[in-house]
């Protein structure tokens, strides 16, 4: 008689793609109302009792990672700087091993708000970098965009980040016409001078009230056509590979060293075919994908007791039915019901 060796479970697609690279929504809050993800009054918030406890969170994240080979972690929301134990669910998430015996990559994307006071903390804890998002360097243009007045806040944060090590420091920026055009070269400038690495994300439909449009939106030609104006760019040697940026290196010159900036065109040059994604909302449903029109319930079977090789089974489930692409464009896309904020970005 033979003994059958099993293989390890993956979250493979029928499309030949395999997710190792998990966002993790910790809340659907946030204490800002960006016009682009959120309407200016909020959402109707998650019921508290159906957003996952740390513990909760932690044994989902022992499933992805020792049992389906995540190998990378992004803390997301609404805005996880809200959730008061942050610190303790990174360092709860660094203690686990990957396949290969090593820890997690961890990240955070974050508005930055609050930041200064927790980044050494969050270092300390295993937190590996941050994202921080900013689409404004002009006061009133960012709290017209943010509608809230916070712009030192999020600088002081970043300045933070940089203090403690947590290289290199990212920014994300959504630039929308007619708005934050006049921004685009000087965020370029700001985050140059300072080795800070700047992604411009084209709009996506996953804001409020359903208003996106396609021709409205400034696009990945656009935004490196007015950046070359002011830079001298060439495309990155590094491969876009899994990662959604396309990245350009722009050229030294007297007022900035040089460096990398990347757009992500996930609209007019989607990676979809080489995504390695998989989502997890604060209220602990699978998204295979931001555009997913269906979700699978882990928090369901996780409350009622299953063990985590039976969730690990549930998630492979789920992810095998990933669609090939979002659809942005295609006849019969729409629009997911939740919002970016609710879905984790
Ligand atoms: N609150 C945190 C922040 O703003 O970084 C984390 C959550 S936020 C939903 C994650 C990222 O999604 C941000 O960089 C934000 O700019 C981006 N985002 C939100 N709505 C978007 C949209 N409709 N299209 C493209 N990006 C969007
Ligand atoms: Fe909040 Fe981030 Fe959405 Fe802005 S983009 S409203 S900071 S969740």
Not at 8 to 14: S, Y
Not at 92 to 116: A, F, H, Y
Not at 264 to 279: E, H, K, L, N
Request: hydrophobic share 40%.
């Amino acid at each position: 008689m033979t003994v059958g060796v099993r293989t390890p479970l993956v979250l493979a697609d029928a499309h030949g793609r395999v997710a190792t690279d998990l966002r993790v929504s910790l809340t659907d809050r946030c204490n800002l109302r960006c016009t682009y993800c959120m309407p200016a009054d909020g959402l109707e918030w998650f019921p508290t009792e159906e957003v996952l406890t740390d513990d909760e969170v932690l044994r989902v994240l022992r499933v992805a990672v020792e049992q389906l080979g995540v190998t990378k972690v992004r803390f997301t929301g609404g805005e996880p700087l809200l959730r008061r134990s942050l610190e303790r669910i990174v360092a709860g998430t660094k203690r686990l091993r990957t396949r290969t015996g090593g820890t997690p990559e961890l990240s955070l994307t974050t508005n930055g708000i609050g930041l200064d006071k927790r980044v050494h903390a969050l270092a300390e804890a295993g937190l590996d970098r941050v994202n921080v998002s900013l689409d404004s360097l002009d006061r009133d243009r960012y709290a017209a965009l943010a509608r809230r007045d916070r712009l030192d806040a999020v600088l002081a944060g970043l300045a933070a980040a940089e203090a403690a090590g947590l290289l290199p420091v990212k920014v994300n920026s959504v630039v929308m016409r007619g708005v934050n055009e006049p921004d685009v070269v000087p965020l370029a400038q700001f985050c140059l001078e300072r080795g800070y690495q700047l992604r411009y994300i084209e709009q996506m439909p996953l804001g409020p009230r359903h208003e996106w449009d396609r021709s409205k939106m400034v696009t990945q030609a656009e935004l490196l056509a007015l950046l070359g104006q002011r830079y001298r760019l060439a495309p990155a040697s590094e491969q876009r590979g899994s990662a959604p940026a396309e990245l350009w290196r722009v050229a030294a010159d007297d007022t900035q060293p040089g460096g990398l900036i990347g757009v992500i065109p996930s609209v007019t040059a989607p990676f979809c075919g080489a995504c390695d994604r998989t989502r997890i909302t604060a209220d602990g449903q699978i998204r295979t994908c931001l555009f997913s029109r269906t979700e699978t319930d882990l928090r369901t079977p996780l409350r009622a007791g299953a063990s985590e090789e039976e969730l690990a089974q549930v998630w492979a489930g789920a992810q095998s039915r990933k669609a090939p692409s979002h659809g942005i464009g295609e006849p019969g896309f729409e629009q997911p019901a939740r919002t970016m904020s609710a879905i984790g970005g």
